[in-house]
């Protein structure tokens, strides 16, 4: 299937230290998601991006879809220790058969108090 | 509130045994997914429903068989587990159409096999 390359694998940060990470494919997506896992739960879905270019908020979170529909984008601003956890991009390329999204392998974050 | 519930959060299970792993959602979504998550691997999906009775392959289904006899029970069973089957195994579910791609996720069951 599709790959998606998620980086970085892993952060630790300060809290109040603002964060990024991105999500990369060699192949056009029509659709761009962001999930967050906590520790001991299933993902929950953070951020949905639909139209290249778009920009998103949610809270201290933004999101943003690539132009060249190849890539997005999650940053966090003001971290605080609740934002821990991993962090899943996930996308439905382009053509794909309906309901199957892509993951990418994740960005676990590590907050340091 | 919306719920996806997975049956065990913890399963041990030995080597040839059949594995049945349950999920229920409570939001008459059409579509449900079986994946599993392994520490570098992210989320791999087995299989996946979008209709009672229906099923579709996903990126790793050797090894596995699923079955959906009402529209929210989606089963994943192991017909004879491996310890390569050791993983989180995590059920979701969503709409059809507009909405398709918002996937709601159960906790999770962590399934050793030894």
């Known amino acids: 299937g599709q790959q998606l390359n998620q980086n970085p694998q892993s952060m630790f940060i300060q809290e109040g230290e603002d964060v990024s990470m991105n999500c990369t494919s060699s192949s056009i997506f029509n659709t761009w998601l962001w999930y967050k896992q906590d520790p001991g739960e299933g993902p929950v879905l953070l951020i949905a991006l639909y139209k290249a270019g778009e920009l998103t908020s949610n809270g201290r979170l933004t999101a943003q879809f690539g132009i060249t529909r190849k890539d997005s984008f999650l940053n966090i601003s003001a971290s605080i220790p609740s934002d821990v956890g991993i962090y899943f991009c996930a996308g439905q390329p382009s053509g794909a058969g309906s309901y199957q999204l892509t993951f990418g392998k994740g960005t676990k974050l590590s907050v340091i108090p | 509130d919306v719920k996806v519930t997975q049956s065990s959060r913890y399963l041990v299970k030995r080597t040839g045994e059949k594995v049945f792993l349950e999920c229920v959602q409570d939001m008459d979504h059409e579509n449900m997914f079986w994946y599993r998550q392994d520490p570098g691997l992210g989320l791999r999906l087995i299989y996946f429903?979008?209709?009672?009775?229906?099923?579709e392959k996903g990126d790793i289904p050797e090894g596995y068989s699923v079955s959906r006899e009402k529209k929210e029970r989606f089963s994943l069973i192991l017909e004879s587990a491996s310890t390569n089957q050791t993983s989180m195994y995590l059920c979701?579910?969503?709409?059809?159409?507009?909405?398709?791609?918002?996937?709601?996720f159960g906790s999770g069951t962590q399934l050793s096999v030894l």
């Open positions: 979701a579910s969503s709409l059809s159409g507009q909405g398709h791609e918002k996937l709601f």
């Open positions: 429903s979008y209709d009672v009775k229906m099923k």
